[in-house]
T-cell receptor, first 114, second 112 residues
Framework: DVKVTQSSRYLVKRTGEKVFLECVQD?????MFWYRQDPGLGLRLIYF???????EKGDIPEGYSVSREKKERFSLILESASTNQTSMYLC?????????????FGPGTRLTVT | KNQVEQSPQSLIILEGKNCTLQ??????????LRWYKQDTGRGPVSLTI?????NTKSNGRYTATLDADTKQSSLHITASQLSDSASYIC???????????FGAGTRLFVKA
C-alpha cells in the first residue's frame, strides 16, 4: 500500500513564526504536491514537485516555499506565518510525471496560527 | 474558467437508504474524473476514476456515472452504512493544462 505521512496532525503557531510541514512517501513516486483545504473552497494547490530539487508554483503559492532535497520528502515552509494561513494542509504523491495520475494523500496537518 | 461544482453541500440520510451526489464541471479539455472519499481528519482516498469514454464505474456500493456531453457526474451510494459518513470530492483532470481541479465536496452524514 502507498503510504504518505505528514509530520504533525495538529500544529499551533504564533503569527510571524517560521513553520515547517514535512511530508514523506514510501513508494518512490516522482510527483509530490502540497494543498490547503478550507471549508467551501475545496483543495487548492500551493506547490508541486516532479523531481528532486524541482518545484513549480500552484494556484496559491504566495507566503509559502517548498524544498525537495530527497525524492521521498517534500517540505512546505511558511516563512512568516499569518492568521490567514490557518488551514488544513494536505500532502499528496503520484507515481508518474503527468499530474493527471491518481494522487495519494497523507492524513493532513491542521495548522492554527494565532 | 475550469470549475467543478458539487451539490448538495451537505446531506443527512438514514442508515440503509440510498443517495446520489452530483458533480457538474466546466473543465476542458477533459481527461478523467475521479471521486474521492475523505473521512474526518484524514486525507482523501480514491473511489473511482472514469475517462470520457466510460459512463459508469462501480466500486462495491459506490457507483459513479459520467455524461461527458452534459459534463455531469453522479456518485450513487447504495444501502448506506454509518461508515459512509464522510466528504465526497469530485475531481476533474484537464489534459491540456495538466491541471487537477477539485470540487468543494459534499458532506454526507449517515444516521442510525
Amino acid at each position: 500500500d502507498v503510504k504518505v505521512t505528514q509530520s504533525s496532525r495538529y500544529l499551533v503557531k504564533r503569527t510571524g513564526e517560521k513553520v515547517f510541514l514535512e511530508c514523506v512517501q514510501d513508494m518512490d513516486h516522482e510527483n509530490m504536491f502540497w494543498y490547503r483545504q478550507d471549508p467551501g473552497l475545496g483543495l487548492r494547490l500551493i506547490y508541486f514537485s516532479y523531481d528532486v530539487k524541482m518545484k513549480e508554483k500552484g494556484d496559491i503559492p504566495e507566503g509559502y516555499s517548498v524544498s525537495r532535497e530527497k525524492k521521498e520528502r517534500f517540505s512546505l515552509i511558511l516563512e512568516s506565518a499569518s492568521t490567514n494561513q490557518t488551514s488544513m494542509y494536505l500532502c499528496a504523491s503520484s507515481p508518474i510525471y503527468r499530474k493527471s495520475s491518481e494522487q495519494y494523500f497523507g492524513p493532513g496537518t491542521r495548522l492554527t496560527v494565532t | 474558467k475550469n470549475q467543478v461544482e458539487q451539490s448538495p453541500q451537505s446531506l443527512i440520510i438514514l442508515e440503509g437508504k440510498n443517495c446520489t451526489l452530483q458533480c457538474n464541471y466546466t473543465v476542458s479539455p477533459f481527461s478523467n474524473l475521479r471521486w474521492y472519499k475523505q473521512d474526518t481528519g484524514r486525507g482523501p482516498v480514491s473511489l473511482t476514476i472514469m475517462t470520457f469514454s466510460e459512463n459508469t464505474k462501480s466500486n462495491g456500493r459506490y457507483t459513479a456515472t459520467l455524461d461527458a456531453d452534459t459534463k455531469q457526474s453522479s456518485l450513487h451510494i447504495t444501502a448506506s452504512q454509518l461508515s459512509d459518513s464522510a466528504s465526497y470530492i469530485c475531481v476533474v483532470i484537464n489534459t491540456g493544462g495538466f491541471k487537477t481541479i477539485f470540487g468543494a465536496g459534499t458532506r454526507l452524514f449517515v444516521k442510525a
